[in-house]
């Protein structure tokens, strides 16, 4: 029996088929990869393009001016006591200054600080200074000077001094004070030495001790000596005896 043999031809489309859907295929994973780096860049770069064209500038807010401090004042203590007028400065945060009255005080530098001062005396004054035109106060204050008011009146008025009483002469000379007016003597003038009532001795009277050894007129115009007599007792005598 014969043997037939049968011999295959491949078909000139089968491998070309394969080979070109092989090479799509690889064509295609090229292009996947190629695609998915590329993919991140192309949609980065216009990111980034629309972030710069939306993005606005940062503005800075304009500061407000600060309102003007308003200058800080007191009321008026002219005629209250300084003591007073010092606490009320203090209880406004003021640098005070106490100056004598009528020394010409101003803003412009004048005027003599007082030296010493005390809490009763009478504010005359008050300058305040709320421009600062004085660096040494804010406020200031008058009192009278040593001795015056206010107005520059003394305080009291002087005592007038006593006009002192003018000395007699004794009779012999030696000079001595009268202890009073007394009794006249007999056309010889007053006598010049009086008891401690006031009258003009008598002959035979005590004297007293501060005029032992001292010679007056006496009430009748003798002329009379304070002397020792013999008992030892001090009288006026006119040295008659008897």
């Known amino acids: 029996m014969p043997i037939r043999i049968r011999t295959r031809h491949p078909r000139p489309g089968g491998l070309t088929g394969t080979a070109a859907l092989i090479g799509a295929c690889a064509l295609a994973l090229a292009g996947c990869g190629d695609g998915g780096d590329a993919s991140p860049k192309a949609d980065g770069t216009p990111a980034a393009a629309t972030t710069t064209a939306t993005a606005t500038p940062s503005s800075r807010p304009t500061p407000k001016a600060s309102p003007t401090p308003s200058a800080v004042t007191m009321s008026d203590q002219t005629g209250a006591v300084l003591g007073s007028a010092i606490a009320v400065a203090d209880g406004k945060g ?3 200054a106490v100056y004598l009255q009528g020394t010409g005080l101003s803003l412009a ?31 200031a204050f008058t009192v009278p000077r040593e001795g015056r008011d206010c107005a520059g009146r003394p305080l009291h008025t002087p005592t007038p001094t006593p006009t002192p009483t003018p000395t007699k002469t004794r009779a012999n000379g030696t000079g001595g004070t009268s202890g009073g007016g007394g009794t ?12 401690p009532a006031g009258n003009c001795y008598a002959d035979g009277q005590f004297c007293a001790g501060k ?27 006119d040295g008659v005896p008897g």
């Open 211 to 237: 005029h032992r050894g001292l010679s007056t007129h006496g009430r009748g115009g003798e002329y009379l000596t304070c002397a020792s007599d013999s008992d030892g007792r001090w009288r006026w005598s």
């Open 94 to 96: 003021l640098d005070y």
């Open 184 to 195: 006249s003597a007999g056309g010889t003038g007053a006598c010049e030495l009086t008891s």
């Open 109 to 139: 530098g004048g005027g003599k600080q007082a030296s010493s001062y005390g809490p009763g005396e009478e504010v005359c004054e008050q300058v305040d200074d709320p421009a600062d035109t004085n660096p040494s106060f804010d406020v």
